[in-house]
T-cell receptor
Framework: NAGVMQNPRHLVRRRGQEARLRCSPMKGHSHVYWYRQLPEEGLKFMVYLQKENIIDESGMPKERFSAEFPKEGPSILRIQQVVRGDSAAYFC????????????FGQGTRLTVV | EDQVTQSPEALRLQEGESSSLNCSYTVSGLRGLFWYRQDPGKGPEFLFTLYSAGEEKEKERLKATLTKKESFLHITAPKPEDSATYLCAVQAGSGYSTLTFGKGTMLLVSP
């Protein structure tokens, strides 16, 4: 399967713990986008990365959230000191180049904070 | 600010009962309008991209159309397996830009 791969599919964390979400883009894609889907809400853009660079993090909360896309390995979305309001589905999409829309999404990671 | 509004929020159809879903948008410089299907617990599955007013695309029982202010997803003779949430998103502006999504229309097709 050459699609966008996300893991884990489900993640349970206690309040105050850290959550790490991983995304491997489609083969040949070097641009990764993270979106969050809250219950009853549409998908909201969080951050756009190219390998080793953050291009746009305008949708990322200022505190506790960070993202990286290293030269080797998957993109990581990290949430420190999770709170109940962080419970959501987090989706990753990828594209081959800047300006090419991120049409293809992964299956998502469902984070539950207890 | 780019805005995307989908209606209705939910739609219940009998098998074979054709209907349309609406996506209205307000953007500065539309570059593309996207339709996705999302099943419960899954990621959005790409259906169509429309780029200019008057454009139409078809896939099986689905047909997407685009005007300068809105897009329609027409479902002809739906089957229960068409039940899903249908998402609309726009890409606007110049250079790179990310997608702005509507909240979706939840479609339920009963046998």
């Amino acid at each position: 399967n050459a699609g966008v791969m996300q893991n884990p599919r489900h993640l349970v964390r206690r309040r105050g713990q850290e959550a790490r979400l991983r995304c491997s883009p489609m083969k040949g894609h070097s641009h990764v986008y993270w979106y969050r889907q809250l219950p009853e809400e549409g998908l909201k853009f969080m951050v756009y990365l190219q390998k080793e660079n953050i291009i746009d993090e305008s949708g990322m909360p200022k505190e506790r959230f960070s993202a990286e896309f290293p030269k080797e390995g998957p993109s990581i979305l990290r949430i420190q000191q999770v709170v109940r309001g962080d419970s959501a589905a987090y989706f990753c999409a990828s594209s081959p180049a800047r300006g090419v829309p991120e049409a293809f999404f992964g299956q998502g990671t469902r984070l539950t904070v207890v | 600010e780019d805005q995307v509004t989908q209606s209705p929020e939910a739609l219940r159809l009998q098998e074979g009962e054709s209907s349309s879903l609406n996506c209205s948008y307000t953007v500065s410089g539309l570059r593309g309008l996207f339709w996705y299907r999302q099943d419960p617990g899954k990621g959005p599955e790409f259906l169509f991209t429309l780029y200019s007013a008057g454009e139409e695309k078809e896939k099986e029982r689905l047909k997407a159309t685009l005007t300068k202010k809105e897009s329609f997803l027409h479902i002809t003779a739906p089957k229960p397996e068409d039940s899903a949430t249908y998402l609309c998103a726009v890409q606007a502006g110049s250079g790179y830009s990310t997608l702005t999504f509507g909240k979706g229309t939840m479609l339920l097709v009963s046998p």
